[in-house]
């Protein structure tokens, strides 16, 4: 039998599918390529905001249509919807099959087998906060870059997120599975490796933290290059900014979410820091590693947020200049402490702020990259470019799409390249000295 997956949400719902297409083709399943193939269709859904689960809902619906054609398809949605909403998803969509919380992924292959056996509606959303899934090994989409998991869950509890609740407590892999896991990914060709957890720098297993787990890593002969997501920057020690900048293989590539740049906001949004410590640290990473791209998350319209205490977040943005920046409006999510509080902002200012933030950051990023224009950097060349057979499409280091002339020989491999333009948000180069 094939499983269509179809994933929405962060990096961690990439993983996840990955793991869970392990975790199914262990038992016989297959994955299909194509949807059209397939006999099980699963959702892994994100709830971050209310777009991203109206989406799924609306992806759901519009599939369903397909059971009609073929009654003996089964459609899933697993993932933090899923963990959100249990059994009442399938109030407002009796055609869901089943639905499997985040915890519950090694259950699926024996609910699927049951469903064929009996077709009543099943539901695993037990919240189990010591799964890691361990010895599970995930089956990696694509060629050059993999994300191993180092930790799962959150316990920050920033005053917006829905995260916490449906992704259950922080617990941190052991040291030796995630450095097995990095060394596997490099030996089967992907020398590009981002750690991922939601909150990496409270990483910390038997006494390894998390500037320990990048300097072993650091010491991985069959990978190239080291990123991580996400940093917390109440989190981000003077040690990991160290290590950082000392371990050749660590990119000079750091996502650090900014979320606000007022501090009564940010206070209010229990992020643990102030306006003034996140432009320090931000002014010690740029110390330590010149080269590096800082890209971060930011909300507009957090209840309460007054016009004045907005200009404090866009003249921080201004200010800090960051490379991309991902910018969303507020979305109350219920049962999160800030979708309690009374003083909600109009959608439209909402929508307004968030506008006035993307124009900004616009800007600044056009800039940025102008700024590589002249400089060599290395390049992990990926694929023939889109536009044009004869160009390839790669990434630098710090994490930017870059297009030169060259032979399809060289995907795979590393290369420098002078970078002579900038077009919207992709460099252009040519190979340096002609090779
Ligand atoms: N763990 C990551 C973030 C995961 S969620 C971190 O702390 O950096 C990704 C981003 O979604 C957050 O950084 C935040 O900017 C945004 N976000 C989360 N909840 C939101 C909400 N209720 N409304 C709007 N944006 C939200
Ligand atoms: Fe959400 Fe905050 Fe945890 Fe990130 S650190 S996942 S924003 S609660
Ligand atoms: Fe969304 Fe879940 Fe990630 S809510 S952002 S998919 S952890």
Redesign the pocket.
Known sequence: MKVFLETYG?QMNVADSELVASILTNTNFKIAENIDEADIIIFNTCS??QHAEDRVIGRINNEMARKVKNKNLKIGVIGCMAQRLEEKLQEQNSSIDFIVGTDQYKKLPEIIFNLFENPEFCSETIVNNNEIYKDIYPIHKGRFNAFVTIMRG?N?F?S????PYVRGRERSRPVDDVLNDVQKVGEMGFKDVTLLG??VNSYNYQDVNFAELLRQTNKIKSIKRIRF????PKDLSDEVIKVMAESEKVCEHL???M?SGDNEILQRMNRGYTAEHFYNIVQKLRKAMPEIAITT???AGFPGETEEQFQHTFDLMKKIEFDYA?T??????EG?K?AEFSNQILEETRLERLKQLINLQQDITTKKYKEQIGKTKEIYVEKVSKKSDDELSGKSRDFKITVFKGDKSLIGKFINVRITDAIGWTLKGEIENGK
């Open positions: 962060c971050v905001r959150c920050n920033c917006y997120c829905i995260v939601q909150n997501i996400t940093s917390h996502h650090l979410a979320q998350d930011v909300i991902f969303f409006k507020y979305s109350p999510r999160t800030a």
